[in-house]
């Protein structure tokens, strides 16, 4: 029996043309290029969360629609949906592509200077690319170089179509990247400097402003932008008004992320053995809905795609089986928080795991400290999504647990922020973690927590204390151990779990599992202790009883009653 060949793993692969000749996987995705071609209005904004086949998708839009590329046609598509059911546009523009990463945000002038070298540099390879169709391509070229003009060089591109009667299609990736930095520097000066460049004669809203005179006067024949959020796009107002919103719309639900059904073709194709998947890959990675009607949830495809990588390189699990990368969204969440209000709605999300808002679609940077931009901002940035409509609005929540991880270190560092006094040593922490797993001993990870964390609160954080607000402390600091994976909230059979230590599926010798039962009480109160301890031994004793722990000799069961922030007990049942 011959063996299968399996194709390449596309993981951190974004060229299309890359992935398809040099045989790697790719999730075939072009029947939504049928649909948008379709669509009335060829100016179309789309965005998506970071790291979720954005870029990659709109490599294969250019190369579908890329005149140098005809020749390549069946060789790139023929095997995939559009190969099939070709549409009339294929291959008939000069695709322009911008890509506004990376630009200088540290000042006015920096920013001018990177944003107009940004364009230029992009026009200059667009006539360097297509130097074959305009005959004065190289005087083009020698007058940017000359003449250094900034974004003006657009209308070189202009002239050049139009006295050569080919059609544009422009791609602009990364809209709004410069804009999510300036935000996310949570200062007046950001706001300042994002205001002054999109705001009227701003040099943003010039660009954009170009843009769509190009395509009013039909020398643009399609534009595409996409970023990771809509708030410049409200911003620029009339600037740019001319293109269809698509980012919300059912049918393009699935357009970017994986269906279930793409991760098992994408297994089978690489080669990714079952054996090696002990996780619930749903539960971490999947979750996302963009529209409450769209067919399915996705699996962020960055997230999946190391996943597999890490199979695949190891043949074994990962040792990390959440991506590292995702710290980078920490530091974002950190500074839009910066306010009272938007710190206590996370605090409200995390809480509770969700909460009920409806999604704007349109919002500035001015509104972003109210909390309905706000969590739609959080949507829009993939740390909330749909879960389902509820009393005529939408009841949003915290897609997956790679992402609640997220939320659980912004807690936990919020705290050590608020609260000099407050000692985490990490180092001792998993020494007490250890002896939890392999000793079954809690006490050390308890005194641990109580006297250096919990004792030492600020009076600002004992106003939100309660038994919701000890379990976030506690996942964080059980999480960062990675002896366990922490688990709140655990749907069984008579009820939900506080916290259920599930250990990690790199280390199956640990010899005991844990639920745990958290109960806090105000110290006025502490003659209730006793009443509160029988309360947590007949919960602890349901789950004992429930289909997902009946029988198993492996899990402990242990109440923990914190008594003001000085005091706790605990108790073994």
Request: net charge negative.
């Amino acid at each position: 029996m011959e063996t299968k060949k399996y194709k390449r793993l596309p993981y951190g692969i974004s060229d299309f043309r890359r992935i398809i000749l040099e045989n790697y996987a790719y999730v075939d995705k072009t029947m939504y290029i049928e649909m948008l071609e379709n669509e009335t209005n060829p100016n179309q904004f789309f965005i998506r969360p970071r790291k979720f086949g954005k870029s990659l998708f709109f490599m294969t839009l250019s190369y579908y629609y890329d005149l140098n590329h005809a020749d390549e046609f069946d060789t790139l598509f023929g095997d995939l949906y559009i190969g099939k059911h070709p549409t009339p546009e294929r291959n008939m523009y000069a695709v322009l592509k911008f890509d506004f990463s990376g630009l200088d945000t540290s000042s006015e002038e920096g920013f001018v200077k990177s944003f107009s070298e940004k364009v230029q540099d992009t026009v200059r390879d667009f006539f360097r690319i297509y130097g074959h169709i305009f005959p004065e391509a190289d005087k083009y070229v020698n007058q940017i170089d000359d003449d250094h003009p900034g974004i003006a060089a657009l209308q070189k591109v202009f002239s050049a179509a139009s006295q050569n009667n080919v059609k544009l299609f422009f791609i602009i990736d990364e809209y709004d990247h410069f804009a999510n930095d300036l935000i996310a520097m949570g200062s007046q000066i950001g706001k300042n400097l994002y205001k002054a460049m999109v705001a009227a004669n701003g040099i943003v809203r010039d660009f954009y402003e170009r843009v769509k005179d190009g395509a009013k006067s039909s020398l643009v024949n399609r534009t595409f932008i996409t970023g990771i959020s809509p708030v410049m796009l409200d911003d620029l107002t009339s600037g740019y008004n001319i293109a269809t919103v698509l980012t919300l719309e059912p049918q393009y639900n699935e357009m970017m992320g994986f269906t279930h059904e793409e991760v098992e073709w994408l297994m089978r194709e690489t080669g990714v053995e079952e054996k090696y998947i002990n996780i619930d890959i749903q539960a971490y990675y999947n979750g996302y809905l963009f529209h409450k009607d769209g067919t399915h949830r996705v699996y962020n495809p960055a997230m999946m795609l190391y996943f597999f990588e890490q199979i695949i390189r190891r043949q074994q699990p990962p040792e990390h089986i959440i991506d590292l990368n995702l710290r980078t969204d920490y530091g974002r969440l950190q500074k839009l928080t910066q306010n009272d209000s938007n710190r206590a709605t996370l605090l409200k999300i995390v809480k509770e795991d969700s909460i009920i808002s409806d999604i704007l679609q349109k919002f500035s940077i001015d509104m972003l400290n109210d909390d309905d931009y706000f969590v739609s901002l959080l949507f829009y940035m993939g740390l909330l999504t749909i879960d389902k409509e509820e009393y005529g609005t939408l009841r949003l929540k915290i897609p997956n647990y790679s992402i609640k991880t997220l939320y659980w270190e912004y807690i936990a560092r919020l705290t050590k922020a608020n609260n000099e006094n407050v000692l985490i040593d990490f180092s001792t922490m998993k020494i007490a973690v250890r002896e939890l797993a392999y000793h079954g001993n809690p006490t050390l990870f308890l005194d641990y927590m109580s006297n250096n964390i919990i004792s030492r609160l600020s009076n600002r954080d004992l106003e939100n204390f309660d038994e919701k607000y000890l379990k976030i402390i506690l996942l964080n600091n059980l999480f960062q151990s990675l002896l366990y994976v922490p688990i709140t909230e655990m749907e069984v059979s008579t009820g939900y779990t506080d916290i259920w230590l599930k250990r990690s599926p790199l280390l199956p010798e640990i010899p005991w599992e844990w639920v745990w039962e958290i109960k806090y009480i105000k110290k006025s109160n502490a003659k209730s202790v006793k009443e509160t301890r029988k309360e947590a031994s007949a919960q602890l004793e349901k789950y004992r009883q429930s289909h997902l722990f009946a029988g198993r000799t492996d899990v402990r069961y242990l109440s923990v009653i914190f008594i003001g922030k000085d005091k706790y007990e605990m108790s073994e049942f």
